[in-house]
């Protein structure tokens, strides 16, 4: 481990300032010290030793044990995202209520006695469905995002930012509540989009500061070039801080503030068909050297939890290929496992952070979350596929359209047109993400964004067809300057052969609920994939989490009582879904599963199991934000 010899952002007497925030009782947080590199709380030195928890990532019966675990490791801070496109609802209304009501989480964070590290956003990544901004911003073709030149994202952001400002401004530690910083923006300097620009950043801290808050930060990669949008007088969050060397450069750069590890990655993010999580050694060694020097750091995550519903996002370059979908599972190799398991790293952790605090600190103990098994049952079908209920649109399109453009975020669309007699010939299409192709009533195959597959061959045809292109998507883009142009469907221009299709009609399912549709077969040669299953399980007593193991099932969705859990996949790592318990009750439970291939009258038995797979079948590196 690198020594922090010439740093001068921290001290070990930070340590000793136990401060804790008190109900109606102002804190502020200042910046002071040798040349204005320490953090100053009420004018005394001040670590802040953070984890990241996302709430809207976490059922809301069992936060206050997420922040009691951080409280029992030693930290006595929590930072979090706040993803916009949960909170604005499609009609324009706004849901705050549940996992959604922020304000609640952040009282409970003042409760248990830890402050808070405010991160609104408007994008913040996290590894969410186009880094928490609406997909209603891609409606169109063209869409600078995070740019003060589009009026129309900046009223849409202006919309936001004035709502989540009606629940931070009045928990800001200056006003009594457990608010230390907010955060502007999320690493802006990563986005490399031509239109980037220093006046959208001082946009933001200039609506922040009229608001009443301050102190601000940001966070960034440590080069010159992802520093370049620090504004003056802003902290400098690294993500990461692991070496001398990244600190050091910021503090050339930022001169007079702050410089902290505003994401130490104690695990990495997974991707669909990559290997199982691991936790990552070396952030054991920064926190060593953290509690050695009394530098300040966020864990990210802490907690990750789980990408409910249809909300994890996907990487790819900057051009839009090495598409990578990300798991339903949000779990990180973190130290608090998805459904709040403390693993070995959690201890070791603690252990590293009791022994730097104070003498006479008493940590509270940390509690293990109970689970439960569900005995194997077997759904049943209840519809094929191609029975389900759908929205149909009343025209038809002589390209066709993104899924965006007629109002809908991911889903399911369907996409026919017809195609003539003729020979052999191959089909050329842009699907995003994932398609099954039929003509007539034959299956022919699978196009997969992740593999850069977008042309199939189609067998000849003794008389015209209906060309059928069902496109299953998964969450769009969340970093890089990608997400502008990342739209779901079948993306432009159709050729079979050197011929244009055009004529297309779309149907479309949202997967907002569960489809609907009665059962029906087709005749011996129909050889549409995909079906609705469903069961109806009895529990009784205490009903606790469980994790759905859906082994030997292919690709697709599964509800429980209505709550749509994520996405499951045959090519794993994961093959367990999460179920919290506050999704299930005593007496009958109603499971839904839409297979995106499965047929079978007889599909695989379902278990409820107390952990998730965690078995490593392949080694996936875990990037430390490493990118470029």
Known sequence: MVALASVVSATPEAMKNLQKPQA????????????GREFLLDGVPFQIRSGEIHPQRVPRSHWRHRIRSAKAMGLNTIAFYVFWNALEQED??????????????????????????????????????????????????????????????????????????????????????????????????????????MAYIEWLKDFWTKKGAGPFYLSEGSSNHHLRFVPKGVAVGL???????????????????????SETYPGWLRHWGEGNWTPSRNALNSVRWYMRDGVSFNLF?????????????????????????DLTSYDYGSPVGENGNLTKEYFEYRDIIRKALPAGVQLIEP?????????????????????????REGKTFDTPPTLESLGQNQGIGIYTTGIPAGPAARLTCQAHDYALVYVGDKYIGTLDRRLGQNTIELPA?????????????????????????????????????????????????????????????????????????????????????TFLDMTGWQKGY?????????????????????????????GQNTIEILDMHMVTSTPPAISGKTERNMEVRKQTKSLNNQWD
């Open 92 to 197: 324009g209304s706004w849901d705050f209520s549940g996992r959604n009501d922020i304000g609640a989480f952040i009282d409970m964070c003042a409760e248990e006695g830890m402050w808070v590290l405010f991160r609104p956003g408007p994008y913040v990544c996290g590894e969410w469905d186009l880094g928490g901004l609406p997909t209603y911003l891609l409606k169109d073709d063209v869409t600078p995002l995070r740019y003060t030149g589009n009026p129309r994202f900046m009223e849409a952001q202006t919309r936001y930012l004035e709502k989540i400002a009606e629940v931070a401004v009045p928990r800001l530690s200056r006003n009594g509540g457990p608010i230390l910083m907010v955060q502007l923006e999320n690493e802006y300097g990563s986005y490399k989009s031509p239109h980037d620009e």
């Open 461 to 545: 045809r003794e008389r015209a067809e209906q060309l059928k292109i069902v496109v299953d998507t998964f969450g769009h883009v969340n970093f890089c300057s990608y997400l502008e142009k990342d739209r779901k469907g079948v993306i432009g221009k159709v050729t079979l052969g050197d011929k244009v299709l055009t004529g297309w009609n779309v149907a479309r399912m949202p997967l907002t609920s569960v489809p609907t549709g009665v059962k029906k077969t087709g005749h011996a040669r129909y050889t549409e994939k995909g079906a609705l299953y469903r069961a109806t399980i009895e529990l009784s007593g205490a009903v606790q989490d």
């Open 239 to 261: 993500d990461p801080a692991d070496n001398a060397w990244q600190m050091n450069n910021a503090l050339r750069i930022a001169p007079g503030v702050p410089v902290f590890s």
């Open 301 to 325: 995550v802490y907690h990750g939890g789980t990408s409910f519903g249809l909300t994890a996002g996907a990487n790819s370059n900057d051009k839009g290929g090495e598409f990578q979908p």
């Open 367 to 391: 509690q293990q979350p109970v689970s439960m098994e569900i005995p194997a049952f077997r759904p049943q079908r209840v519809a094929d596929f191609h029975a389900l209920s759908a929205i």
């Open 558 to 586: 599964v509800w429980v009582n209505g709550h749509l859990l994520g996405r499951y996949w045959h090519i794993g790592p994961q093959e367990r879904l999460y179920c919290p318990g506050e999704f299930l009750k005593q």
């Open 24 to 35: 109606g009782q102002p804190a502020v947080l200042s910046f002071g010290g040798d040349g």
